[in-house]
C-alpha cells in the first residue's frame, strides 16, 4: 500500500476505506471480524479512556481522516503520524486488532508523508509490539491532554522520533557489518 501511494499520479488522501483494507489484511485468518467496524461499546483493559459509542466510529474516523488530509503539508511526518496512531487507539473502531492497524495506518501515513519507504530491519511498528509501555504512555498522556480539550501529542512525537531513529541506526549497523 505505501508503494502503491508513494506513485506521484496518485496523490495521497488518506479515507476510511484504506484504514478497513489495513484492518482486513492485519486480521486476515485471525478473526472473523476482520474489516468490520465493532458494533457495540468497548472497553480498553488497563486504559482509563472509553471509546466513543459504535454509532460514532464512521463519524469519527471520517474526522479522523479530514485532520489529516487538512494538514498533510501543513505539520510534520511525525506529527501526522503521532496523530494517527493516538486518533486512531481513541477512536477504537474494530472488536480486534485496533494497535496493529493503528501501527500500520500510521506507518503508512509516515512513509508517504515523507515519501519513500523508509529503510531498516525492525520497523516502527514491530518495534512498538515488541516494547508497548511507551506506546502506551504516550497514547495515555495525549488522552489526558484531549480530556483537558488539548491537542498535544508530545510524547507520542518523541517516542515515533526515538523508534524512527532505531529503525534507521539498524540501516547504519548493517552497513558496518556488511548485511
Same mark, same amino acid.
Given at each position: ?29 485471525? +478473526? ?13 483493559k488497563?486504559?482509563?479512556? &472509553? ?5 460514532? %466510529? ?6 479522523? !481522516? ?8 501543513? +505539520? ?24 496493529? &492497524?493503528s501501527r500500520a %495506518?500510521?506507518?503508512? %501515513? =509516515? !512513509? ?7 529503510p ?5 511498528p ?20 484531549? &480530556? ?5 501529542? &508530545?510524547?507520542m512525537?518523541?517516542l515515533?522520533?526515538? =523508534? =524512527?531513529a532505531?529503525?534507521?541506526? +539498524? %540501516? ?8
Amino acid at each position: 500500500m505505501i508503494d502503491y501511494w508513494l506513485q506521484p499520479e496518485r496523490p495521497f488522501k488518506l479515507r476510511v476505506s484504506a484504514i478497513l483494507t489495513l484492518h482486513r489484511r492485519a486480521l486476515e485468518r485471525i +478473526s472473523s471480524f476482520e474489516g468490520v467496524f465493532r458494533p457495540g461499546g468497548i472497553e480498553i483493559k488497563g486504559s482509563k479512556h &472509553t471509546p466513543p459509542g459504535a454509532h460514532r %466510529v464512521p463519524e469519527n474516523l471520517e474526522q479522523m !481522516c479530514d485532520y489529516i488530509n487538512e494538514n498533510w503539508t501543513k +505539520s510534520s511526518p511525525l506529527h501526522i503520524a503521532a496523530y494517527t496512531l493516538w486518533r486512531m487507539n481513541w477512536i477504537h473502531p474494530f472488536v480486534d486488532g485496533n494497535g496493529r &492497524t493503528s501501527r500500520a %495506518v500510521s506507518y503508512l %501515513v =509516515l !512513509c508517504v508523508r515523507l515519501g519513500y519507504r523508509l529503510p531498516g530491519i525492525t520497523t516502527i511498528p514491530e518495534q512498538i509490539s515488541r516494547n508497548k509501555d511507551p506506546y502506551y504512555q504516550a497514547l495515555e498522556a495525549a488522552d489526558n491532554a484531549n &480530556t483537558s480539550g488539548k491537542l498535544d501529542l &508530545t510524547e507520542m512525537e518523541r517516542l515515533l522520533e526515538s =523508534l =524512527l531513529a532505531n529503525q534507521l541506526v +539498524s %540501516v547504519l549497523d548493517s552497513a558496518r557489518s556488511g548485511g
